[in-house]
């Protein structure tokens, strides 16, 4: 993917109710043609879906980004799984002793991670 392919689909993620096509090629400031080969790649790597869209009786496309897997390491601090995955708690998510830990686990497991990224290894 160009960058240009990164920044149609970063402008179509960050509307949940999508972009217009006729709208899109405008925004990336490139022609509408150019913008049809953009779109068309998102389509083949399925990271866009275009429904039709009639906007003042001129058909045009709405494209609304797809939702991809969840990251999975996104739920880990460490080894710790979030508490939240299996809580039946009715808390209020600031005040949360166990979200809490959790989140200081991730923060010192980031740390870990970025000082043993930064050190030179010994060969």
Known sequence: MTGTDEDAFRIIAASPEGVLQSELWKILGVDSRKCSRIVKKLLDTNRVERIEYRQDGIKTFRLIARKGPADPYCLLAG???IPCIACDEDCVVDECNDLLD????LAISDAEESTSESQPSEE
């Open 102 to 105: 959790w989140m200081y686990q």
């Open 79 to 81: 080894d710790e799984l």
